[in-house]
């Protein structure tokens, strides 16, 4: 079944071969090493940039970061984590379940840390992946990205902010050596990330200015540390915890009812967040400023019990007019308005449907992924192929994303699909396997037009779900447990296959 992992050559380079290669080591690329692995194979390799796995929990390190799935969810369904200490986990505790799952199932010799990938060719000749890296060069028969969605940064393009001379960072990228005590502070963007970092440093900043362009919806965010019995118990009955889970996991898919199928149904969780916008928010002109003008779930729904208090503070403002130019110190609104700022905080998401990465894999056609995406908008098939990348697989590619429930849940899924997928590309001896065009097309008209009607596009708002084509083209649109069994066997017969020529004997 293992290959090794031996030397080829790119052009006159050498080059380090590997049967598999994944590309990145969050959630995702992780979770596929490790089936790779209790397959029995050795001649898979992840190249990690980062020096740790891990990926967006990894990154995000802001003050507040914490996942607004309960982890007894948002975790591998194969290592269930008996020592969870709250409902809903903070950054540092679901980084180090992490780093401890990638001990545990002893996957991290397999992994390149800081190794960039820079650009990947399709070589057709050699049917294989050319990957350029910043540890130089690799070649791959099946390459897979797990980039993740949330991992480049946005900076927006705001006139002067290069400008800027006090410190400015993204909430992805932050500055831990800078002490924001006692300093005037602006806050770009409210989102999920910008929600959780404004009451974290509201206290301690002398002023914070909160620039807010669209108002999001907030719910209530029931979360606890365990109690001791709980905690005992949550350790010593491993069914416990799947019980837990499964409960966790039922309650929230019937959120897809209202988000997906039917939105009038999404009212009932509105006039929630409302009367809590009511009952949190005292002041009229802040409450006018932060009620949202569209159907919730449009845009992510937001979970939190101390934003609002932390918006009624007297050192904090919401800035709703717009932001027209960063100065040297200051921001400046649209209404002329210039407020002074020691240090502004990006919070302002990422690079989903335009991600940088898509620039530098070159498909079939020599066509780079930003190209075929730039004409056609992201398509895919079950998230996990494209056709014009033969070898090729994607964890987390378009139309696999959600904002109710965990996606460790669909990464789970295309884990076992690609996984699949390399077990029938050796048991078959194929040389090439490509997604048809045809099966391609027919599985995204079905997809656009099950999100016709879904709240993302009916819901009264602009949101990053959505590309320039104004096509949904990141969000699954039905019930999560469908994804599962869509995925649950590789399909081979939507594909176009090439075999590998047999040896002859001389
Ligand atoms: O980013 P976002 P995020 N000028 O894109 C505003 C995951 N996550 O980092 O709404 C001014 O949601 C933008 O305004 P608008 C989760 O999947 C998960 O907060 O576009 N403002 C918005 O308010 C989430 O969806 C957890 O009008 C600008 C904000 O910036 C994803 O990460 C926790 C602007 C961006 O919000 C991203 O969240 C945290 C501009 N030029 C994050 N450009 C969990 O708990 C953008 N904005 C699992």
Request: charged share 25%; with cysteine.
């Amino acid at each position: 079944m293992s290959r090794k992992v031996t030397d080829k050559a790119v052009g006159n380079q050498p080059a380090r071969h590997a049967h598999v290669i994944i590309v990145g080591s969050g959630f995702s690329g992780l979770g596929l090493a490790i089936r790779l692995t209790q397959q029995g194979r050795t001649d898979y390799l992840v190249l990690e940039r980062g020096s740790d796995v891990g990926g967006t929990w990894r990154d995000n390190t802001y003050p507040g970061a914490a996942c607004d799935v309960p982890s007894q969810l948002y975790s591998y369904s194969f290592a269930l984590n008996p020592e969870w200490t709250r409902s809903f986990s903070k950054q540092p505790e679901i980084q180090r379940y992490i780093q401890g799952v990638a001990d545990k199932y002893g996957v991290r010799d397999h992994h390149i840390f800081d190794c960039e990938m820079t650009g990947a060719r399709w070589n057709a000749a050699d049917a294989r992946w050319e990957i350029q890296t910043s540890q130089g060069a690799f070649t791959a028969d099946i390459l897979v990205s797990a980039v993740g969605a949330l991992c480049e940064p946005n900076l927006p393009d705001i006139k002067g902010i290069n400008d800027f001379q006090g410190e400015i960072f993204h909430s992805a990228r932050w500055n831990h050596d800078s002490d924001l005590t006692g300093k005037r502070v602006a806050v770009i963007g409210t989102g999920a990330s910008a929600i959780q970092i404004v009451p974290s440093i509201a206290a301690k900043v002398a002023h914070l200015d909160v620039y807010q362009r669209t108002a999001p919806w907030l719910l209530p965010r029931v979360d606890r540390e365990y109690l001791a019995p709980e905690k005992f118990a949550l350790k010593r009955i491993p069914a416990l915890r799947g019980l837990y889970r499964a409960g966790i996991y039922a309650a929230r898919e019937t959120q897809v009812v209202g988000l997906a199928k039917f939105p009038p149904a999404m009212l009932a969780l509105e006039a929630i967040a409302r009367a809590k916008l009511l009952a949190e928010v005292r002041d009229p002109e802040l409450r006018r400023k932060v009620t949202p003008n569209f159907r919730i779930g449009c845009k992510r729904m937001l979970i939190s019990n101390e934003y609002y208090p932390a918006l009624s503070r007297d050192n904090v403002d919401v800035v709703t007019d717009g932001i027209k130019e960063i100065r040297a110190n200051s921001v400046v609104t649209k209404d002329g308005v210039e407020r002074e700022v020691d240090a502004i905080i990006v919070a302002t998401g990422f690079h989903v449907t335009d991600s940088p990465v898509y620039d530098t894999v070159a498909g079939r056609d020599g066509r780079t992924l930003a190209e075929v995406f730039d004409a056609i908008g992201q398509q895919g098939y079950k998230g996990s192929a494209i056709h014009n990348y033969p070898n090729m697989f994607f964890m987390l590619g378009p139309n696999v994303g959600l904002g109710h429930t965990s996606m460790v849940f669909m990464i789970e899924s295309q884990i076992n699909y690609i996984a699949d997928a390399v077990a029938q590309f050796d048991a078959r001896g194929l040389r090439t396997v490509e997604v048809r065009k045809d099966v391609q097309d027919e599985f995204n008209a079905d997809l656009q037009r099950k999100l016709q009607g879904a709240v993302w596009s009916t819901g009264g708002c602009a949101s990053w779900y959505l590309d320039k084509h104004g096509n949904n083209t990141t969000l699954w649109p039905d019930f999560t447990f469908r994804f599962r069994s869509l995925l649950e066997k590789f399909d081979v017969s939507a594909y176009e296959t090439t075999t590998a020529p047999v040896a002859q004997a001389v």
